[in-house]
């Protein structure tokens, strides 16, 4: 029976180049002098180191621990002491340093204790996610998105498909291909683990049909049960068919919905080397510390893959292939449709690194770009059916409102167009400068809102204390108005019955005075008596006034 | 290694140029010209020439004028793509100051003072072609009829630079009409077809203009390789062509005596010419899909209208110029549906 596949808009078919790298068996390579894990090789933020300089740490040791949600830990690759902890270059295409623990190997390579899970089955899928989180598992495919996280379908998403992206459709690139025919038990198991943690209906492993052994192999190592809910699915060799929402139009016919994600259409996808990792998470207990990784390219003599421990330098991995420095332009991190020239070849590889490609000295950016002549075969390529000649005027021209109206943020940056464009025009650069100047306008007015928002605020409240002072001294005026207390309100009526206190009082004293009139004839004893009283009285008065002064 | 230098993907050595497509388009044509010389005499030849020497003489010193680097632009053909469609335009016996008046023209206004290659909003040909039209109408009209081969390459030569005709010739004796103008003007005066192929028979061939249709029938070749090569898409020419052919049907059906036949259309004049190679010019067509089956047909009724009822026998030229106005309205209104997104 022969599957139903779709098709996507666009696409090319190019020269594939993998052969090269694919006549070797996987080694895994040597030992560095020095291993660097950067603290971020994921997409999240950057997990926290949970060691110190100077501390001994066994391989598959959890040397940074995730510090939020979208996060990983990060592991020691090989056994050694922490000889820093210390910010250094990351292949990354920002070009930034990060925070980074640096190895020395102690040659031993000796592994801590390893906790495999015995029967996952029985395990509930939230814990099996911790697992998976625990061993800093990440999307391998060069995204780099905690694994866990996609694992997790939510409580209002029901999985019907899980999807295996084996389709690897970047020229070059082949250590999928080669982890397929080398463990392709471990990816189905890994892929039976993810099943249980989704509760997935049905699997897919896709496949370009230009790996005939991978296929053939996968098929063979599945077991007949599997095969109800399981299909592996040979798919046309068409770049980027191994694009997410492309693979996802191939196998289903669904769209992922723009600004969507896949689960919003009941799909998860994942990468068969990330499957391959949980395999071994599970089986062996052992974390992400190390990867296949293609090293190839025109100036290499040895293109090959390799099974690199995550933090080898990689000029070291050239090196072990033959490299031709003096021949080479420069070299890419990832394929040359979506990769990025690494700046400093001492910097280390990554767990999203897949591939090492050494470029000769024919690149497209030697050539001038000529003018667009608005031909339209950028459009003709673009899977995301995008019309990359009017953003391109709309970058150019800076009008960033209206490069978001032909949807820029729509654009996989898959580099279809800039490689059919006979101008020669990098387009892609254009849209990630677009976008990056979107981010940032973004941030900025975030900035300014707050800040206005803040500004408001004080303001508001500035004009509310004025109010409430104003209201406090018209009350107070109002009451002193006052002479004729209305016994309409409470505490008017507190008022009225003190007023008629004090009128009592003056009325008293008013009698008082009347009565002291009447002691004029009064013999001295008498006079000496009233006038001790009243200095008592007097004194008593002022002691009274201290104490109300001082209470 | 330079490795300092970090660039954005795609990191693939140049797969194309806008020379290749240009010079694809040079070569498409050639089958067509040839076919034009074997009918209609050398004239073309020295046309072609003379207007691309003209052509790139003015877009280097435009370019040198306008600070750009020179040698790039110059190198892209798109200056002799030009050259070539205007020199197909003009008369066979054209005079020299003619050519030079039409292909500056194009160049220096419509080209450069628009900004260049890639920003002139109308098909700089089919500008020069329409202010010698309007500006030189007896000397844009007259056609040698096909197969006359008194006119050798010394003679035609002679033509162009001293406007001199071989002895015992006149002007009016060697020229006529093109077929087009002929069955125009005739149908004016209400003759039916039949009475025009009657008295004009040495003009009409099977079913369009004599070595009209043969030389149709080549750039039609030449478009469907330049197709095949993916140079241009299929959508404007067959727009073009299959908006005239079915308006030609629809009105020649019930009147056959008085609407030429749709073959006549499509191989009479210039539409094969103008559907491969003039209205599939990138940068004054529309690009999105949908918006270039609206252009090509849009094109293809103007030439109708304008045959049947307008001024010019022939309306390749202004029928695209029309309809290059209409370009970015028609991409702003046709975007395609974008990945992920709802139909509107």
């Known amino acids: 029976m022969k599957r139903r596949l779709w098709h996507f808009h666009g696409g090319l078919h190019l020269p594939e180049h993998k052969q090269a790298s694919m006549t070797k068996p996987v080694v895994a390579a040597a030992l560095p002098d020095e291993i660097i894990l950067p603290m971020q090789q994921h997409i999240g933020s950057p997990a926290e180191p949970v060691v110190k300089v100077g501390e001994h740490v066994l391989k598959g040791q959890r040397v940074a621990k995730a510090s939020e949600y979208v996060s990983a830990p990060v592991h020691a690759s090989t056994s050694g002491e922490v000889i820093a902890i210390e910010e250094r270059g990351v292949p990354h295409p920002s070009g930034l340093p990060l925070l980074s623990i640096v190895i020395k190997p102690d040659g031993k390579d000796e592994w801590t204790e390893l906790k495999p899970v015995p029967d996952y089955a029985q395990l509930d899928p939230s814990a099996l996610r911790n697992v998976i989180r625990d061993a800093g598992i990440v999307g391998l495919g060069g995204a780099g998105f905690p694994s866990f996280i996609k694992l997790n379908p939510g409580p209002d998403n029901a999985v019907d498909t899980l999807i295996l992206n084996g389709a690897e459709c970047e020229p070059y690139i082949t250590c999928d291909a080669m982890l397929m025919q080398e463990r392709p038990r471990d990816i189905i198991d890994g892929l039976l683990i993810m099943k249980h943690a989704l509760r997935a209906r049905h699997c897919i492993i896709a496949i370009e049909d230009n790996k005939k052994v991978a296929l053939t192999l996968l098929k063979n190592s599945l077991q007949e049960h599997e095969a109800e809910f399981l299909k592996i699915v040979s798919i046309p060799t068409i770049y980027p068919s191994g694009g997410e929402k492309q693979l996802i139009r191939i196998l289903t016919g669904k769209e992922v919905p723009s600004h969507g994600l896949p689960i919003d259409i009941g799909v998860v996808c994942h990468n068969v080397a990330t499957a391959a990792a949980i395999c071994k998470v599970i089986n062996e207990g052992k974390p ?47 394929g040359p449709m979506m990769g990025f020239g690494i700046p400093a070849l001492d910097m280390p590889t990554v767990k999203t690194s897949n591939c090492l490609l050494a470029r000769p000295k024919d690149q497209p950016h030697q050539q001038p770009a000529m003018p667009c002549i608005r031909c339209g075969q950028c459009a003709a390529v673009c899977p995301a059916q995008l019309l990359p000649q009017q953003m391109y005027w709309y970058a150019r021209a800076r009008d960033f409102d209206k490069i978001q109206a032909y949807n820029l943020f729509d654009c996989i940056e898959c580099g279809c167009c800039a490689y059919v464009c006979p101008s020669r025009i990098p387009l892609v650069q254009y849209y990630r400068f677009a976008k990056t100047e979107i981010w940032a306008k973004e941030r900025d007015k975030e900035k300014a809102d707050h800040a206005r928002q803040r500004h408001e605020f004080r303001l508001q409240r500035l004009e509310r204390k004025k109010k409430e002072d104003e209201e406090r001294r018209r009350r107070k005026k109002e009451l002193l108005k006052k002479t004729q207390p209305k016994p309409d309100s409470e505490a008017d009526i507190k008022q009225a019955a003190i007023q008629a206190a004090m009128d009592r009082v003056k009325a008293k004293r008013a009698t008082q005075k009347q009565q002291k009139k009447n002691i004029e004839n009064l013999n001295e004893k008498q006079q000496q008596a009233i006038e001790a009283v009243e200095k008592r009285r007097q004194r008593l008065r002022n002691a009274g006034a201290d104490n109300e002064e001082n209470p | 290694m330079n490795s300092q230098q970090v660039h954005s993907s795609p990191h693939t050595p140049p797969q194309n140029s806008v020379t290749r497509l240009m010079l694809a388009v040079v070569f498409a044509m050639l089958p067509g010209c040839m076919t034009y010389v074997y009918f209609f005499g050398w004239g073309l030849v020295i046309n072609i020439v003379l207007a691309i020497f003209v052509a790139l003489a003015t877009e280097a010193g435009m370019l040198r004028l306008r600070q750009r680097p020179v040698m790039p632009f110059l190198t892209d053909g798109s200056a002799v793509v030009t050259a070539m469609l205007l020199a197909l335009a003009l008369p066979t016996l054209a005079p020299w100051w003619l050519t030079i008046v039409g292909v500056t023209f194009a160049i220096v206004i ?19 072609y329409a202010v010698l039209l309007i500006a030189f109408p007896r000397e844009m009209t007259a056609w040698l009829p096909a197969e006359i081969h008194h006119m050798g390459f010394m003679d035609s030569l002679r033509y162009t630079l001293f406007e001199t005709l071989p002895a015992g010739t006149t002007f009016d004796t060697l020229t006529a009409a093109t077929p087009l103008d002929t069955v125009k003007t005739e149908l004016g005066l209400d003759h039916t077809l039949d009475e025009i192929f009657t008295s004009h028979a040495g003009l009409f061939g099977g079913v369009a203009g004599r070595g009209w249709e043969w030389i149709n029938l080549m750039f039609m070749l030449g478009g469907l390789v330049l197709i095949y090569m993916k140079v241009i898409n299929w959508r404007i020419p067959l727009a073009l062509l299959g908006t005239l052919f079915i308006i030609a049907t629809l009105f020649a059906l019930p009147a056959p005596d008085i609407r030429p036949s749709p073959w006549f259309h499509l191989f009479g004049g210039a539409a094969m010419l103008g559907a491969f190679f003039i209205a599939t010019d990138p940068v004054t067509a529309a690009t999105t899909p949908r918006g270039q089956l609206i252009y090509g047909a849009g094109i293809g009724i103007l030439i109708y209208v304008i045959r049947t009822w307008g001024g010019y026998p022939d309306a390749v030229a202004f029928a695209v110029l029309l309809m290059n106005m209409a370009t970015p309205t028609i991409d702003y209104y046709t975007q395609p549906r974008v990945f992920g997104h709802e139909e509107d």
């Open chain 1, 288 to 334: 992400l510390v190390e990867r296949y990784i293609t090293v190839t390219g025109e100036t290499l003599d040895q293109p090959r893959n390799l099974k690199v421990r995550i933090g080898t330098p990689c000029i070291d991995l050239l090196n072990a292939c033959g490299w031709r420095e003096d021949q080479t332009d420069e070299v890419l991190m990832g």
């Open chain 2, 110 to 128: 419509a080209k450069h003072l628009y900004g260049g290659l890639g920003y002139n909003p109308f098909n700089p040909a089919m500008v020069g």
